[in-house]
């Protein structure tokens, strides 16, 4: 008779709120040891299951997030990917969308779940959120189908009784528990009694078997413009064409308008003409952008822009480090931009 082989699950602690506790000199939150955030989980020690756990050293607060980190999480889950069946990054809130967004397109040929989550409160306080959290996002990390494949193989942010796709997902509360949403995509799973698989929207992969790459050249040359009601010529044109960005996120009103005076319009077209990739994501949280339904819209179109169509600003900025780092021809990212790649955009036709 063989055994089922016993799932082991791999957390990774990066730093945030959840692992920390108040520094009463410093008058302010500071990461704490890994092994202590443990004690206070007993529970964890209930599952069936192995759960290791390695910490980032230092511990960061998100706010100090940028692409080496995302290149160490990445490199971590590729050494480790063998001997687990999912990975649970535990992460501070403020940038979590980026880095669960990032993920999703560094990690290629993902069989596996990479589950993010973190806490609007230490773990350590009565009140804190970070136990349920961290213990559903492991049994979600751990979910198996019929056929004995991960349940949600892909990257995805449990918070606040929701799993949500990282690259869909977006942090809108400060305060609340329920403090991300995925506005233009439904949630993966719902934690009440039971934890309830929307299983028509998971993403599986074709291949079981196929192994893990990373994606670890990331080229950060973008900007994200947000238009607004006043705003100047030199600011725009600043932004639009200064000679240090390849890309430039212009977060515009509704479904993708924008100020319709020929200086406005007269940068956008330079900076295209000059090679950049503009791209074009509202500023609603939810709906998508269409460029033909307003003459606002249209003559950035015209100009020379491209669609963000429903993605985040997040899910945006994160695809174009993604795509620029791995290919200098700007015509290629633009077309790419275009093409849902890991489920972060609808394309509307
Ligand atoms: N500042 C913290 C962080 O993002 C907030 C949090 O974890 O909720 O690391």
Redo the contacts with the bound molecule.
Sequence with gaps: MTRAKKAAILLIYT????G?KHDFGARA?KPFDFGQILDEVPELGKFAFKIDSLSFDPL????DVDPSVWVKIAGTIKERYDGYDGFVIL??????AYSASALSFMLDGLTKPVVFT???LPIGVPRTDGKENLISSVEIASAKDESGHALVPEVSIYFGSLLLRGNRATKIDSENFS?FCSPNFPALAEAGINIKYNREYIRRPLDWYQSLSVHARLDTRVSILKIHPGITPQIVRGILCSPDTRSVIMETYGSGNAPSADWFVGAVREAVEAGKIIVNVSQCTAGAVDMELYATGRSLLEAGAVSGHDCTTESALAKLFFLQGESGDNEWVKAMMDENLKGEIKIKY
């Design positions: 730093g945030g709120t959840i920390m939150l960061i607060d998100s706010s992460h501070g809130t403020d940038t979590m973190g806490s609007q403090a």
